[in-house]
Nanobody
Framework: QLQLVESGGGLVQPGGSLRLSCAAS????????IGWFRQAPGKEREGVSC????????NYLDSVKGRFTISRDNAKNTVYLQIDTLKPEDTAVYYC???????????????WGQGTQVTVSS
């Protein structure tokens, strides 16, 4: 069974950090581009970052550049999203998703995780 599982979310104060993990089972992540998306209450899901499979190139939503870092550990079959300098507007459910080779816009991904909640509040 092909599955993606996110973890690492939680409640954090503004300015804090979290590292989200996206672990795959049933398939090998290094053949897939992995995107991170988020959805805040009442808003549409948006892409925040993606890492391709072939070149490992990355891209980021403008509002998170310099604060979010995506990386992959093929040995652990896991992709990470390091989130620093968190802001209240980062509050959302964060999802990871996989598609073959290259990054794409939402919703053009084949496999989705169940999401992990990130709440930024003092």
């Amino acid at each position: 069974q092909l599955q993606l599982v996110e973890s690492g979310g939680g409640l954090v104060q503004p300015g804090g950090s979290l590292r989200l993990s996206c672990a795959a089972s049933g398939f090998t992540l290094n053949y897939y581009a992995i995107g991170w998306f988020r959805q805040a209450p009442g808003k549409e899901r948006e892409g925040v970052s993606c890492i391709s499979s072939s070149t490992g190139s990355t891209n980021y939503l403008d509002s998170v550049k310099g604060r979010f870092t995506i990386s992959r550990d093929n040995a652990k079959n896991t992709v990470y999203l390091q989130i620093d300098t968190l802001k209240p507007e980062d509050t959302a459910v964060y999802y990871c998703a996989a598609r073959s080779y290259s990054c794409s816009a939402y919703p053009n991904y084949d496999y989705w995780g169940q999401g992990t909640q990130v709440t930024v509040s003092s």
